[in-house]
């Protein structure tokens, strides 16, 4: 039945995420109505997300009759690099950028199927010390360090 | 005339002639280092400026500034990862460009572009500078409210066949605008506690996450498949046939940049996106937009540097608010 509902799941999940942050608008503080100058806090990010709620309804409407086209699964290499990047993102806070970068550089063309290592090490260690030359010390620019803040 | 030629006279000395070449180079570099802005780099070189005259310092600035508007257009065209904010319409046509071995044509049509644009802009400001500040003092909330409204309602067309589609990305944009302090209010939206979202998110971040991470998982996905080699042409000036092609859609976005720009708030992205959209929207080719469309390179080039001297209007002494009609 739902075979015929193109962009029906995609519609779903956006449907779940809007009501998710509806739920997050209803614990922002309100202010006197002297101060919100007749708009609270509340009522942009909630006008934005009825649109968009509107807008997903037509366009799984739109998508009624019309099959869900066939699309090839995805592959393993795109999760294991999501995974990578969001391990990224978790440890950056306590890694720093330059270790981050080398760390990124090191995994992810190994897993990519470089066999390479002596070129996979080059580039691990080139790219984090190109990123530091060219912010830190030519545009004098602070990258937060993390563990190495004293050493860099 | 006399101001015109007295100014060029103060302009042509080899140290400020210098000066330019070298705001140029470092404002193509940081232009295509996703992440720095043209915007940025102004603000990173200012302190060198204090041992300089006026006027080779704000030569260099502005050499700086038009030059890193352009080199946000090199990473896009060839990594389809824009170097700064402005550059963002240039990827839709210019990385398809580059897959096609075309990185060489885009990238000379995109420097062609951006020089006729930012000419434009500069005639435009030295001719009627005085006039184009009062108009753009003129603009009220009404007028913005408009403008944006009209940005809006591009997003149904600017790319893809679904215009739905389009505008619940547009509506999300909007969205991850809201995250941050309410400034009307002081009160706290989307930051979940998190000190660094309480400014908001910045437009560079957004785009690094739409264009580069985007472009990283789709290389993950081709990860053992066998590449055809492209061949890289360097860069070339566009021929005659594309300048026959594309001379409507650079004067257009011409006109377009240089009135986007001197709008208080607005500026190269905005031009950059009104610019491509249009071009769109006038050619003969529209179903080859987004499939590396030589158009939809000029148009946003031509637009984003014709953006960049319109802020100077509003520098100048003349550009004192004028009084503001009754509403």
Redesign the interface.
Known sequence: MFRHWRDLTPGLV?LAVIAA?FA??TT????PAA???G???TA??RL??G??AL??I??VL?GRGTAEPDRAP??W??W???AV?ALAAALFQMLGTTLVVFLVGLILPTL??ERRFGVVALYALSLPAAIYG?FSII???RLPQGILDGVL | MEAILAGLTDILVPSTLGLVVAGTIVGVFVGALPGLSSSMAVALLLPFTIYLEPIPAIAMLSALYCAGTFGGSITAILINAPGAPPAAATAFDGFPMAQKGQAGRALGMAAVASVIGGLFSLIVLILAAPALARIAYQFGPPEYFALTLFGLSMLASISGKSATKNLIGGAFGVLIATVGVDLTTGVERFTFGVPELYEGISFIPVLIGLFAIAELLKQAAEVGKPVTAIGLSAIRLPSLQDFKRVWATIARSCGIGTFIGILPAEGSTVAAMIGYNEAKRWSKNKDNFGKGEIEGVAGPEAANNAATGGPWCRRWPWASPAPRPRR
């Open positions: 956006i942050l997050v608008t922002f503080a309100t202010v101060f919100a100058q708009m609270q806090a942009m990010p934005v997300l649109t968009i807008l997903t037509l366009m739109q995805v592959p290499p795109v294991a690099t999501v990047l990519w199927g060219v545009l004098q620019l």
